[in-house]
């Protein structure tokens, strides 16, 4: 078993900024991907950022350039720094995580992020 605790959501201000962290622990061979996926309410669950072990990012088109994602190997660890942020990216915010050799994929529990003022 994969566990996934998703820490920093919150609520900010357009324009303001948070940082999102994901530690992964339990039963971990080796991750291959670990990444940031969103839901807003009535909408499905969509992409937000992934980054490989060998450092290949893919970042939504609505978010390139306000949002940064960033890993710790060492500590299994996934960052999302937003910066500059929008209501529209108003969500709950779920860390993914892909293992070497394991057809499923982990999600954690998610965490609130409210973009209002």
């Known amino acids: 078993q994969v566990q996934l605790v998703e820490s920093g959501g919150g609520l900010v201000q357009p324009g303001g900024s948070l940082r999102l962290s994901c530690v992964a622990s339990?039963?971990?061979?080796?991750?291959?991907?670990m990444g940031w996926f969103r839901q807003a309410p009535g909408k499905q669950r969509d992409l937000v950022a992934t980054?490989?072990?060998?450092?290949?990012?893919v970042y939504a088109a609505s978010v390139k350039g306000r949002f940064t994602i960033s890993r710790d190997n060492a500590k299994n660890t996934v960052y999302l720094q937003m910066n500059s942020l929008r209501p529209e990216d108003t969500a709950v915010y779920y860390c993914?995580?892909?293992?070497?050799?394991?057809?499923?994929?982990?999600w954690g529990q998610g965490t609130q992020v409210t973009v209002s003022s």
């Open positions: 993914n995580v892909a293992l070497y050799g394991v057809a499923r994929d982990y």
């Open positions: 339990g039963t971990i061979s080796s991750i291959y991907r």
């Open positions: 980054m490989s072990t060998g450092g290949s990012t």
